[in-house]
């Protein structure tokens, strides 16, 4: 080949690497701890990236080439022209996201089970997945959609509690059912008392961040950067920031660091690269080693986990994990979940160890939710007020026939579970709201099942003026001992026709029916789109940050939505 057409050869090549390695071929930008291989396979090349080499089949250049040094060369003939290299796209799955299926809860008779036990939940994942999902128009799978992290997506203007002593204040509603003639519904609200930021305690956080070859998309590990880049500007002096990579390995990218050195923390997290399989779990054990390096008994350790949760190097079984995180939680440092990403997002596991580690799963689908959950809500994100909060509600045979809890079936505790303070349950962030709903026949109502020929008559309850009794039970967050909260569910609470309910209780059921019919809506009775649309509109109220307005562009969406998505997009 002549002399005068190697010039324009290499030249070309090299833009093709840089073409295919997108940004790892500056090095410079690269972090120190780089995953020694990554690969990934297309139907006709494959791509290998070592630290800052690149490779393509069986060629390799250094990404320090450079393009200045090369002399300009007359075009070739038309015929030897190649063509403009098309950029290689984010590799990308469709289908592979995994969702712990969970039977939906059924109605229950009094007189055979009175007592209802669960933990509480505060985790929002299940409401961002579903919008991520509709906005891109396909419904959500019905795994996916957990009614208590829908309604619990939104804040509600429950009366706070009146000292710090009692962490809690209970609000309770009784109004009729806006889908099933005859049955009524129990709102119960809990709103945590919010830390001042002048006195919070010291954040000792360090950023698990997964750098494998799947976070390799726009929606995956630079919005990570955009999200981990917002919470350290609500951090100050007070706080330490360590960052733990994992690919194929995990490493420390950045050791214990004052949280004033925005700059240097920043550095690191915005160099981080894509490249290598899931070493999860190895990432895991090193975050909480760094953690616990730098405890503090005073303040607050965490580590935060950014990832899609595609683990498939280490430990990759659930239960393995979950027994490392719950007994890695007793030495006083919490785990959260952000999830990033569509296609092969393993929520189940997600699920299990924010579940275990005391700390809370979000889903991370745009920069908005990422300044909601790290910047809006950073308090009820990093700092609890109380940990293992149960709540367990009586119900009274004298007045209700039949009850069901909407939602929480992943959180559901036995009876004798209430009052175990070893067992594990929700916790509950500086100025937190947490609602549940019940849906109920009262005694006399339509009933769903018929009573047993030989079931035991229970004498009618002395005090048949309550329908039921709440108790809530926690820790404040550095105890192992609970306490309890007690409410009785009377005629004070209750209110004649839906429409006379509080607003916000109003608004929380319409999210509840919209979660309801995406899930298949088996108890939803007559209720529809656009009945959800029109309590809502009507319940919305002030809405300073839009996100109850963009409920209702959500269940819009629904109504036209494909059932699957497409393979080929």
Known sequence: MGSTTRPLIMTLGVTLLASCAGNNVDSASAPEQQPAAAQETTADQSIV????????????????????TVAPAAPPPPSMRMAEPVPMPYY?????????????????????????????????????????????NVLPQPASVRT????????????????????????VAVFPSPWSAGRKLVRIGIKGYTIQKTTRPRANLVFLIDTSGSMNEPNKLPLVQKSLDMLVDELDERDTVSIVTYAGGAGTALQPTPASQKAKIRAVIDSLGAGGSTAGAEGIRQAYNLAE?????????????????????????????????????????????????????????????????NGTAAYIDTAAEARKTLVEEAGSTLFPIAKDVKIQVEFNPAAVAEYRLIGYETRALNRDDFDNDKVDAGDVGSGQTVTALYEFVPVGGRRTMDDLRYGAKTAAATRSSELGFVKIRYKLPKSDTSRLISTPIDGRFEVRSFDAAPRDARFATAVAGFAELLRGGRYTGTLSYEDVLRIASAARGPDEYGYRSEFLSLVRAAKNARTMAQLDR
């Open 293 to 357: 390096a730098n405890f503090d008994p005073k303040g607050v350790n965490r580590v935060i986990l950014a990832t899609d949760g595609d683990f498939n190097v280490g430990i990759t079984d659930q239960n393995e994990l979950k027994g490392y995180i719950e007994r890695e939680r007793t030495k006083g440092v919490f785990l959260s979940v952000l999830g990033f990403g569509m296609g092969n997002y393993n929520d189940a596991l997600m699920q299990t160890l924010a579940q275990n580690g």
């Open 49 to 68: 990236t070592t630290g800052s080499r690149i490779q393509v089949g069986n060629v390799e250049a250094k990404s320090q080439f450079s393009l200045g």
């Open 148 to 171: 208590e992290e829908m309604v619990n997506y939104f804040s509600y203007d429950y009366a706070p509690p009146r000292t710090t002593d009692q962490p809690f204040s209970t609000n």
């Open 92 to 136: 990308h799955d469709v289908g592979r996201d995994k969702f712990n299926a969970f039977a939906e809860n059924a109605f229950k008779i009094v007189r055979e089970a009175p007592v209802s036990t669960f933990s509480i939940d505060v985790d929002t994942a299940s409401y961002s997945w579903v919008r991520a999902s509709l906005n891109n």
